[in-house]
């Protein structure tokens, strides 16, 4: 399954396995996956899975600052690919379609994924 390694900020290295489940990112404490930045939201982008695409999408919450991916500000729900760079606030979100078994296999994962793009194209 799918993961976000948190890629600039504080929180640099975290990582978080998706699952197939409804994740929603922000800055409340309630939050699955809790981001320390004074710009995003407590309730700021909703990453859901859908079984019968077996697909990940990304929807900005009404958040003030917005959800912008490798770039560009989504406006609804939008299909993430293996590679996709997510900005909520100043910190950015490397979304990958693999799961890890720890810490530093996420670490090697995104010093890798450095080196390619593949950008999502929003509709």
Do not use: C
Request: charged share 30%.
């Amino acid at each position: 399954m799918a993961s976000v390694i948190i890629t600039t900020g504080k929180q640099k290295g975290d990582y978080y396995p998706l699952g197939q489940r409804t994740n929603v990112i922000g800055r409340a404490e309630n939050v699955p996956i809790q981001i320390l930045d004074d710009l995003v939201s407590r309730k700021h982008v909703q990453i859901r899975f859908v079984k019968e695409e077996r697909k990940y999408y990304a929807l900005d919450m009404k958040s003030k600052h917005g959800v912008f991916i490798n770039g560009g500000r989504i406006a609804g729900e939008t299909a993430l690919v293996d590679g996709d760079e997510i900005l909520v606030g100043e910190t950015i979100l490397l979304f990958t379609e693999k799961d890890f078994d720890n810490r530093e296999s996420a670490l090697s994962h995104f010093k890798k994924a450095g080196e390619r793009a593949r950008p999502t194209h929003i509709q």
